[in-house]
């Protein structure tokens, strides 16, 4: 138990539809994350908030939206993925940018 | 183009043996080199770290070694235990911009009994 949860943990969609991934962290940490973990590959990061801000966004596709309505919150919306989509999506926080982050158990997404 | 290289997808040891991860890296502006450990299931947890201005950190037994002049770091695990099999994953973060965490694509250590 990292103090990060992280709902669902496993989540089947078509291409069509509309989805929210859920993490929450109780560390009082000021930094979240989402990460992608594609097999084979290293863990991707996607986006970054710091004190509730968006302080990185790696060249993501417009149909992953984040949202961070407090430090202690994160949702990742999801609409009109494609099936390489699919892969375990990672929260991550810590108590400020570049220190060490400690993860959720991560959701693992099916595109259909 | 991948800044922090693990070469060894996989790793067998004996219980009670030394495990020997490695990690390389490519970018000399990494301040900060950290291992996780990730369990089937779980999210990667955070094992030990070391800064770029020291060559060693220990904790229990688990000790990471870091060759600046070669870029290179290490995870050593003595004595193994099967308790340990997991995916082990070194991470470097840049001193400058933005601090983020660049990850390696991981090893999978096996100790069997």
């Known amino acids: 138990e990292t103090g990060v949860t992280q709902t669902p943990r496993h989540l089947v969609m078509g291409m069509t539809n509309k989805k929210s991934l859920k993490c929450e962290q109780h560390?009082?940490?000021?930094?979240m994350y989402w990460y992608k973990q594609s097999a084979k590959k290293p863990l991707e990061l996607m986006f970054v908030y710091s004190l509730e801000e968006r302080v990185e966004n790696n060249s993501v596709p417009s149909r992953f939206s984040p949202e961070c309505p407090n430090s202690s919150h994160l949702f990742l919306h999801l609409h009109t993925l494609q099936p390489e989509d699919s892969a375990l999506y990672l929260c991550?926080?810590?108590?400020?940018?570049?220190?060490?982050?400690?993860f959720g158990p991560g959701t693992r997404l099916t595109v259909t | 183009d991948q800044q922090v290289k693990q070469n060894s997808p996989s790793l067998s040891v004996q219980e009670g043996r030394i495990s020997i991860l490695n990690c390389d890296y490519t970018?000399?502006?990494?301040?900060?080199f950290l291992w996780y450990k990730k369990y089937p299931a779980e999210g990667p947890t955070f094992l030990i770290s070391?800064?770029?201005?020291?060559d060693k950190n220990e904790d229990g037994r688990f000790t990471v070694f870091l060759n600046k002049s070669a870029k290179h770091l290490s995870l050593h695990i003595v004595p193994s235990q099967p308790g340990d099999s997991a995916v082990y994953f070194c991470?470097?973060?840049?001193?400058?911009?933005?601090?983020?965490?660049?990850f390696g694509t991981g090893t999978r250590l096996l100790v069997s009994p």
């Open positions: 560390l009082g940490h000021n930094a």
């Open positions: 070391i800064s770029s201005i020291k």
């Open positions: 991470a470097a973060r840049g001193n400058t911009g933005f601090q983020k965490l660049v």
């Open positions: 991550a926080s810590s108590l400020q940018e570049g220190l060490e982050q400690y």
């Open positions: 970018n000399s502006m990494f301040d900060y």
